[in-house]
C-alpha cells in the first residue's frame, strides 16, 4: 500500500503568488513524523519543515507552512510569495516512530515551476 | 545545519566494473546511515539501512550481494556497486541521522548525491 500520495505530478504558480502541494499519507503507527523536502536540478534534498503527529499547532519554517490535518492525513505544503529559486521538485516523506531503522518513506514528488 | 558528503559525485565507468561511493558525516556521528537511488524524475527510493559495526539491512528487492554496503565508522559508509551494468545507472543518495542532540525531531540530512553512468 502507497504510504505517501502526491497526486500533483506539476504544479504551475506565477511568482509572488501563494501555492499548496498536495500530501496524503497512511499509516496505522499514532507516533510519526512528516517531512517536506526541495530538490532542485542539482540533486540535492534540502530539508524545509517537519510536523510531529503530536503537535497541536501546524509548523512553520518562514515563507513554508504545513497544513496538517491528522483526520485526513493529510499534510500539504503552501509555499507563500513564491519565488523564480522556488522551481524545484518537491518531496513528501514521512518517517513511522515504532519501526524498525525509522526509516522515510518518500511520495513521488510534485515539481513546481514558478513563472515570472 | 549538519553536513553530509559524498565522494564522487559523479562516475562514469565500464560494464562490468565496481564502484565504490562514500558517504561522510562531517560535523557529528552517524550510527545509522541511508542509501537511497533515485532514477530520473522518479522518487527516491530506500536500498538500505546501514548502522555503524553491523550489517546493513537492505529492503526487499534490493541485491545485497550487488550492492555492498560497509559502515566503518561512526562517520563513514561506503556503498559498493560491483560488477555494474548499464541498469545500475542512476544517482545515489546518502544521509545520515541525526542524534538527537543536535536536532529536537531526528532530521535525516542528505548528502549531495552521486551521479553513476555505467557504460
Known amino acids: 500500500a502507497q504510504k505517501i500520495t502526491q497526486t500533483q505530478p506539476g504544479m504551475f504558480v506565477q511568482e509572488k503568488e501563494a501555492v499548496t502541494l498536495d500530501c496524503t499519507y497512511d499509516?496505522?503507527?499514532?507516533?510519526?513524523?512528516l517531512f517536506w523536502y526541495k530538490q532542485p536540478s542539482s540533486g540535492e534534498m534540502i530539508f524545509l519543515i517537519y510536523?510531529?503527529?503530536?503537535?497541536?499547532q501546524n509548523a512553520t519554517e518562514g515563507r513554508y507552512s504545513l497544513n496538517f490535518q491528522k483526520a485526513r492525513k493529510s499534510a500539504n505544503l503552501v509555499i507563500s510569495a513564491s519565488q523564480l529559486g522556488d522551481s524545484a521538485m518537491y518531496f513528501c516523506?514521512?518517517?513511522?516512530?515504532?519501526?524498525?531503522?525509522?526509516?522515510?518513506?518518500f511520495g513521488t514528488g510534485t515539481r513546481l515551476l514558478v513563472s515570472p | 545545519g549538519a553536513v553530509v558528503s559524498q565522494h564522487p559525485s559523479w562516475v562514469i565507468c565500464k560494464s562490468g566494473t565496481s564502484v565504490k561511493i562514500e558517504c561522510r558525516s562531517l560535523?557529528?556521528?552517524?550510527?545509522?546511515m541511508f542509501w537511497y537511488r533515485q532514477f530520473p524524475k522518479q522518487s527516491l527510493m530506500l536500498m538500505a539501512t546501514?548502522?555503524?559495526?553491523?550489517?546493513?539491512?537492505?529492503e526487499q528487492g534490493v541485491e545485497k550481494d550487488k550492492f555492498l554496503i560497509n559502515h566503518a565508522s561512526l562517520t563513514l559508509s561506503t556503498l559498493t556497486v560491483t560488477s555494474a551494468h548499464p541498469e545500475d545507472s542512476s544517482f545515489y543518495i546518502c544521509?545520515?541521522?541525526?542524534?538527537?542532540?543536535?536536532?529536537?525531531?531526528?532530521?535525516?540530512?542528505f548528502g549531495p548525491g552521486t551521479r553513476l553512468t555505467v557504460l
Open positions: 546501514s548502522n555503524e559495526g553491523s550489517k546493513a539491512t537492505y
Open positions: 560535523d557529528f556521528q552517524a550510527t545509522t
Open positions: 544521509s545520515a541521522r541525526v542524534p538527537r542532540v543536535v536536532s529536537s525531531y531526528n532530521e535525516q540530512f
Open positions: 510536523q510531529g503527529s503530536y503537535d497541536q
Open positions: 516523506a514521512m518517517r513511522e516512530m515504532n519501526t524498525g531503522f525509522q526509516k522515510l518513506v
Open positions: 499509516t496505522s503507527d499514532p507516533s510519526y513524523g
